[in-house]
């Protein structure tokens, strides 16, 4: 059984860094995009970025550009979210996706969440201003 497991949340000021990972079980990673989603309170699911299979392309939300970079080690199983000049309204519930595909980022991060095969169980990240 497939899992995605996030670690790195945590409490930071506005203006500071945080870097989520998430760990794949799973036999070979190489198949899967992969994307991060967050979840506000009150609010819906939002998309923040998402990169391709073979770590060939990256593509993000409006919101996080140019702040947040997402990375993958396929050989380690894991998929990064370095988070700079973080924001107040960063805060929620940052989770990890897997969807098998050999699109590229972009139309990865157009894909509705229900079409990802696997999620993580969420990792809590606040933005005290």
């Known amino acids: 059984q497939v899992q995605l497991v996030e670690s790195g949340g945590g409490l930071v000021q506005a203006g500071g860094s945080l870097r989520l990972s998430c760990a794949a079980s799973i036999r070979t990673l190489t198949t899967y995009a992969m994307g991060w989603f967050r979840q506000a309170p009150g609010k819906e699911r939002e998309f923040v970025a998402a990169?391709?299979?073979?770590?060939?392309?990256?593509y993000y939300a409006d919101a996080v550009g140019g702040r947040f970079t997402i990375s993958r080690d396929n050989a380690k199983k894991t998929m990064y979210l370095q988070m700079n000049s973080l924001k107040p309204e960063a805060t929620a519930v940052y989770y990890c996706a897997a969807v098998r595909s050999f699109s590229g980022a972009q139309t990865v991060g157009a894909m509705p969440g229900s079409r990802y095969d696997y999620w993580g169980q969420g990792t809590q990240v606040t933005v005290s201003s």
């Open positions: 990169i391709s299979w073979g770590v060939t392309s990256t």
